[in-house]
């Protein structure tokens, strides 16, 4: 497949790139992207969850009443779960949520979704660019010439480029990586995938 290079104004340069079979044709493997894009959410998950169980309150032991004769259920601690301000019945306890997937299924995860948008003719390849000084206004025009500022775009680069990240940053729908930030929740969660010139050539180089 090969796709025409873009300005930033939105307009065709003449140049023509082709895209690596090897990472943008392959036969699609769906419980592959699955499995990953599972791990990459749970390793975004901090697990610092924590509720006191009644072991944990600070409060008096002494027994608030006595055992029999009040015509109530016998109680021996203001820290009981029933009582407002007890302690919390099986409460949740912090917890490790990272989980590992093997390099080569990642790797064929990545190729596979980067497959579903160029199939889908969401992928663009840009000019490499830059921004003299960080402008949001600067970036939404250049989205507003390639025509995805109604999208949910990811924008990749070669390198990091402080402006441009910083123009991208109060952008709802944008975002902006480098080459090795790029990972399979990303490229499925966007509907417009832009690679810059130089980024293109380092991602086939490396064939992911």
Known sequence: MELEVLNISGKGTGKKVKLDKSIFGIE?????????????????????HKAKERAEIKGSTKKIKRQKGTGTAR???????????????????????????NRKVKELARKSA?????????????ED??????????????????????????IVLNER????????RNLQNSKVITVSELNTYDI????????????????QKKRT
């Not at 699609?28 to 699955?34: Q, S």
């Not at 660019?129 to 990811?154: M, V």
């Not at 969660?189 to 690679?195: D, G, K, Q, S, V």
């Open 161 to 168: 480029n402080k402006n441009v990240y910083l123009s991208s």
């Open 188 to 203: 499925m969660n966007a509907t417009a995938l832009l690679f810059v010139e130089s980024s293109l050539d380092v991602l």
């Open 114 to 126: 980067l497959t579903y948008k160029a199939k889908n003719k969401q992928v663009l390849i840009v």
């Open 129 to 154: 660019f830059s921004l003299e000084a960080p402008k949001t206004k600067d970036f939404a025009n250049i989205q507003k010439n390639l025509k995805i500022d109604d999208k949910k775009s990811i």
């Open 28 to 48: 699609p493997n769906d419980h592959a992207i699955y499995l990953d894009v599972k791990s990459i959410m749970a390793n975004k998950r901090q697990g610092t």
């Open 75 to 101: 109680a021996g601690s203001i820290k009981s779960p029933i009582f407002r301000g007890g302690g919390r019945v099986f409460g949740p306890r912090p917890s490790e949520y990272r989980n590992k997937l």
